[in-house]
């Protein structure tokens, strides 16, 4: 069996030639050019496993021979080496659909752990022509449909990407899912809750530490990014994240290097970057609660989540997925009208909500099978015309009595102020006006935390933080 051939293009004669004897020396067929036509004439004739090109040439740009590659069809994965500090180049390089980048002067080793991921990549597109890839995205809903269409896409690059979209709509399992189907799905897949770190335990815990760096330091451990090496390091809510660890984070990224606590000198690390956040990180940036460049570093490709409302079709799907994972295979069903009292509800928590519903209803069901009356859906959902419905099944059968818990404690709600009047006890003021803003919260969320966390623009932790200073209890407390 003959050996990957690798096409590199590079007008600086020794370069390329250090390029060469490098990739030679990996066991690898080398073929060289110095112009866009050369590089062009070769690639008609030959199938390469990988195409590694300068940005910058005497008779055009790379970026002109990596949009043609992704044109052509033959799924080859192209590589461009960007001048020192050019990471705007990069990040256009990626976006128009290169695979990974490598900037000059060139590290050897770097450049080897790519062209050793870019050969994967080559021989999983090989093995995935012979057929369809398995997906754990469930439905066949139009939005589904191109939303897995785009994981694949993704999955051959190594561009960070930033999942968008509403809790609950799975921005987790498609990370995962991206990692699965790429060329690191053998490596590990961290997932990080960037909200979830107390942020003096935050460098740590991304870079690691030497043994003795601190009080309290007993050995040296690793951090999320040496665990991620080689794989993908997904860091979810990424909003959350303070400015001083966001100036941290865009070195990491930039440099792909990393220092432990204690340490003196960096080590390289190979990982993917994909991040998530339920937030707006544009406005984010606007409002000055997130930097700009680590931003355009995080967002080189967006994949945006279809909320559940958006795909009522694959509701059946997931019903039947959810049920036999909550009770066993053909252990629970859905009786009468119930697929169609969650198809007139509309879902604010997405999946994770239809998760909570099913597995509530469960609870209450005989024989595991869940009747209308058993899923206790009151929230009203938006109709047409801008007013709003409650959704409550019309003929439901009167479920069994429960014990329910006992609402919250009322708070006397603040004292409205006229223009020229003031508090007599400022903090005490401040206090019943949070109070009351975060119990409306909870109330219209159905003290659903992480909906109502995600209504006052703030993190879960922090809502928990101030429900228990204000002394704010929810039914199920």
Avoid: W
Wanted: proline share 6%; aromatic share 4%; net charge negative.
């Amino acid at each position: 069996m003959s050996a990957p051939r690798i096409l590199v293009l590079d007008d600086e004669a020794d370069l390329r030639e250090l390029l060469e004897i490098t990739l030679l020396k990996m066991g690898l067929d080398v073929d060289s050019a110095a112009t866009l036509r050369q590089a062009r004439n070769l690639f008609e004739e030959r199938d390469y496993a990988l195409v590694l090109t300068d940005m910058r040439l005497p008779d055009g740009l790379g970026l002109e021979l990596v949009r043609e590659i992704a044109a052509s069809g033959k799924g080859t994965p192209v590589a461009v080496i960007t001048a020192y500090g050019s990471a705007e180049n990069a990040v256009v390089a990626l976006k128009a659909g290169a695979f990974d980048y490598i900037a000059k002067p060139v590290a050897l080793d770097a450049l080897r752990v790519m062209v050793r991921s870019a050969l994967k990549l080559s021989e999983g597109a090989a093995a995935a022509d012979g057929g369809a890839v398995d997906s754990r995205m469930i439905g066949h809903s139009p939005a589904m449909q191109s939303l897995r269409a785009q994981i694949a896409r993704l999955a051959r690059s190594m561009a960070p990407i930033s999942i968008t979209g509403e809790s609950g709509s799975g921005k987790e399992l498609a990370a995962r899912e991206i990692h699965a189907q790429s060329s690191r799905a053998s490596k590990p897949f961290v997932a990080v809750n960037c909200g979830a770190i107390p942020e003096t335990l935050m460098e740590a815990e991304f870079f690691g530490y030497r043994k003795g760096a601190f009080t309290g330091a007993a050995e040296e451990r690793d951090g999320f990014f040496q665990a991620a090496n080689g794989g993908t390091l997904m860091l979810d809510e990424v909003a959350d994240l303070p400015l001083a660890m966001q100036v941290k984070l865009l070195r990491a990224i930039q440099e792909r290097r990393v220092r432990k606590i204690g340490a003196t000198s960096e080590e390289p690390v190979d990982v993917r970057i994909i991040s998530a956040t339920h937030q707006d990180l544009a406005r984010c940036v606007e409002t000055g609660r997130f930097r700009q460049d680590l931003f355009y570093r995080l967002n080189v490709i967006e994949l945006a989540l279809p909320p559940l409302r958006e795909r009522m079709d694959d509701l059946a799907l997931l019903a039947d997925g959810i049920l036999n994972r909550l009770a066993g295979p053909g252990q629970a069903s859905l009786g009468p009208g119930v697929l169609e009292a969650l198809k007139a509800y509309s879902f604010p928590g997405n999946v994770r909500e239809l998760e909570n519903v099913l597995e509530r209803a469960l609870a209450f069901a005989n024989d595991g099978a869940i009747q209308v009356g058993d899923l206790s859906l009151k929230a009203a959902r938006p109709v047409e015309g801008g007013r709003s419905e409650t959704v409550t099944p019309a003929a439901a059968p009167v479920p069994p009595p429960v014990e329910v818990a006992p609402p919250p404690r009322p708070m006397a709600a603040p004292v409205a102020l006229g223009p020229a009047e003031l508090p007599s006890n400022l903090p005490e003021y401040l206090e019943q006006v949070e109070r009351d803003i975060i119990q409306r919260a909870l109330q219209q969320t159905q003290f659903n935390r992480t909906q109502a966390a995600s209504l006052l623009g703030i993190s879960v932790r922090q809502l928990r933080y101030q429900m228990q200073k204000l002394d704010i209890c929810a039914p199920d407390d």
